[in-house]
T-cell receptor
């Protein structure tokens, strides 16, 4: 089954705990992205990666960290430094970094209690 | 950075009605995409349309890049069309890379 798999779909954590969200793709796409969406809002870019072992900060990177050790995987860690981590997190990929069509996973909904 | 404005922010339609959603952008763009976010949060690609007109069933889109806008047409709307429609534009962000900037979306509710 081809596509982008995000896990877990729902996650509850206590304040102060780090959380890692998984994003795996088998589309052989080079570029991967993490977006955050708050209720009633658009999407904001957290981090993106164009190739393995390289990634760049987006507009709201503070309190988040990523890694890109494999082409297929781009996990996002929400650290305790993120002041308001409760949100819907979306992973996306595309096959070229400049003009390729963007595809999204189903998202992970994080609630910090 | 580039500004992407979508209108209207909210739209309520009777099933069977037609509608037009608009996306304005403040600078030149390399391409533009339209997405539909369903009530479960999944973002579905509708159109990849840097310029010109495309059609897919009851949906069609037109982008006039020189005038910096794109339109999404929904004809004979159905309740399954409900959700939020986003447009996103690609702009050059330096060092050979491009970034998508999203509008805030149009929330569409189709009532039976």
């Amino acid at each position: 089954d081809g596509g982008i798999t995000q896990s877990p779909k729902y996650l509850f954590r206590k304040e102060g705990q780090n959380v890692t969200l998984s994003c795996e793709q088998n589309l052989n796409h080079d570029a991967m992205y993490w977006y955050r969406q708050d209720p009633g809002q658009g999407l904001r870019l957290i981090y993106y990666s164009q190739i393995v072992n390289d990634f760049q900060k987006g507009d709201i990177a503070e309190g988040y960290s990523v890694s890109r050790e494999k082409k297929e995987s781009f996990p996002l860690t929400v650290t305790s430094a993120q002041k308001n981590p409760t949100a819907f997190y979306l992973c996306a990929t595309r096959d070229r970094t400049n003009t390729g069509e963007l595809f999204f996973g189903e998202g992970s909904r994080l609630t910090v209690l | 950075g580039i500004q992407v404005e979508q209108s209207p922010p909210d739209l309520i339609l009777q099933e069977g009605a037609n509608s037009t959603l608009r996306c304005n952008f403040s600078d030149s763009v390399n391409n533009l995409q339209w997405f539909h976010q369903n009530p479960w949060g999944q973002l579905i690609n509708l159109f990849y349309i840097p310029s010109g007109t495309k059609q897919n069933g009851r949906l069609s889109a037109t982008t006039v890049a020189t005038e910096r806008y794109s339109l999404l047409y929904i004809s004979s709307s159905q309740t399954t069309d409900s959700g939020v429609y986003f447009c996103a534009v690609d702009t050059y962000s330096g060092a050979g890379s491009y970034q998508l900037t999203f509008g805030k979306g149009t929330k569409l509710s189709v009532i039976p």
